[in-house]
């Protein structure tokens, strides 16, 4: 796990957001955040391996079974972000502003990342129950949603 791609598209003397270090400790923690960026999004990132594996999920993650939504991997993100929110400035990555929608713990059921296939459970304020991911053939865009 890396945090190459993260730093490289950031000017961190400009943005309020952590720079972060891969971290040596797996807490089980997950986040949402809101982003009104270009685009109003989600942002739903796992605690994994010392860094937040991260989607962008423009319809934000499903609260009622049956629903799917499209969730498009992006760059892992330092797990200081767990806490972030802000403003990020106008003409920086992903500039506008970021609030936390939910958070709390996740534990997975079965499947993994590598395998394009986990069933996990999410114990936040909003989120709670089973949920799955699942990779589409492209790679990069997956589906989620709750069991």
Do not use: C
């Not at 000017?11 to 949402?32: C, D, H, M, W, Y």
């Not at 994994?48 to 499209?70: D, I, M, N, Q, Y």
């Not at 990555?93 to 929608?101: K, L, M, P, S």
């Amino acid at each position: 796990m890396s945090l190459e791609k993260y730093q490289a598209k950031r000017t961190f003397s400009l943005t309020p957001e952590p720079k972060g270090a891969v971290q040596k400790k797996n807490l089980s923690r997950f986040v949402v955040q809101k982003h009104q960026a270009r685009n109003l999004h989600y942002d739903f990132r796992l605690e994994f391996s010392g860094v937040l594996k991260s989607w962008a999920v423009p319809k934000g993650v499903p609260e009622k079974s049956g629903v799917k939504r499209l969730a498009v991997a992006v760059e892992d993100h330092p797990v200081d972000y767990l806490n972030f929110s802000g403003v990020i400035p106008a003409g920086e990555y992903g500039a506008g502003t970021v609030e936390i929608w939910d958070k709390g713990k996740w534990q997975i059921v079965d499947g993994g990342l590598e395998r394009g296939s986990l069933k996990f459970s999410l114990a936040g304020k909003k989120l709670k129950g089973e949920y799955i991911l699942v990779r589409l053939k492209d790679g990069k865009n997956w589906l989620i949603y709750k069991k």
